[in-house]
């Protein structure tokens, strides 16, 4: 079992920046991705970034440029710096890691709230 602990959300106002951080533990074997997913009220869940082993980054078009995913192996932690962020950055947002199985399995945070106020 793999636990995602989320830490780093709150309120902040447009332009402004927040950073999250996701800590794992537990049986963590072949990790394919790390990143993170958000989910605004009424809205499905779309990924926001992921990191590979390797570094390579993928992001969502809308945050291109703002956000960036970084992960430390050393302490099994990915992180999101979000900068100029905007109202409809607002969201709960979820770490989440996807090992090489297949079917992957995936593990998920708890979630942590991000609310950017205009």
């Known amino acids: 079992q793999v636990q995602l602990v989320e830490s780093g959300g709150g309120l902040v106002q447009t332009g402004g920046s927040l950073r999250l951080s996701c800590a794992a533990s537990?049986?963590?074997?072949?990790?394919?991705?790390m990143g993170w997913y958000r989910q605004a009220p009424g809205k499905q869940r779309e990924l926001v970034a992921r990191i590979t082993s390797g570094g390579r980054t993928t992001y969502a078009d809308s945050v291109k440029g703002r956000f960036t995913i970084s992960r430390e192996d050393a302490k099994n932690t990915v992180n999101l710096q979000m900068n100029s962020l905007k109202p409809e950055d607002t969201a709960v947002y979820y770490c989440y890691i996807e090992d090489m199985g297949v079917p992957a399995s995936y593990a998920w945070g708890q979630g942590t709230q991000v609310t950017v106020s205009s």
């Open positions: 537990g049986s963590i074997f072949s990790i394919k991705f």
